[in-house]
């Protein structure tokens, strides 16, 4: 589990809702927080995925963590996965993969 930056964070990140599984189609659900990429999204509800990165939260104004996402891509490639076309390993779908040793 990540530890997010303050409560409100937190709070929105996790809030579950009963009708709807997938926080897009929810239209309280105002951030998504991505574990693989360490990213925070502000939601567009535009019916699609889309989303507005954010680098400092809305609520405490701390800088959030750096996105993962070009390592992710690197370390996938270093495996000889191509994300696009070969399947993602389960550790590379959330955070998991961020606790495996880091090579340079
Ligand atoms: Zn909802
Ligand atoms: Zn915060």
């Known amino acids: 589990m990540t530890t997010h930056c303050c409560e409100a964070m937190s709070s929105h990140v996790n809030a579950g809702c009963d009708q709807h599984d997938d926080p897009f189609d929810c239209p309280d659900a105002l951030v998504h927080f991505s574990?693989?990429?360490?990213?925070?999204?502000?939601?567009?509800?535009?019916?699609?995925?889309?989303?507005?990165?954010?680098?400092?939260?809305?609520?405490?104004?701390?800088?959030?963590?750096?996105?993962?996402?070009?390592?992710?891509?690197?370390?996938?490639?270093?495996?000889?996965?191509?994300?696009?076309?070969?399947?993602?390993?389960v550790e590379f779908q959330d955070d998991r993969w961020l606790a495996s040793p880091q090579q340079e």
Not at 54 to 63: S, T
């Open 35 to 89: 574990a693989k990429f360490q990213e925070y999204g502000l939601i567009v509800h535009d019916g699609g995925t889309a989303g507005i990165t954010i680098d400092f939260c809305p609520w405490c104004g701390r800088r959030l963590p750096a996105s993962q996402r070009d390592r992710w891509f690197d370390e996938l490639e270093r495996r000889g996965i191509d994300p696009w076309e070969d399947e993602v390993p």
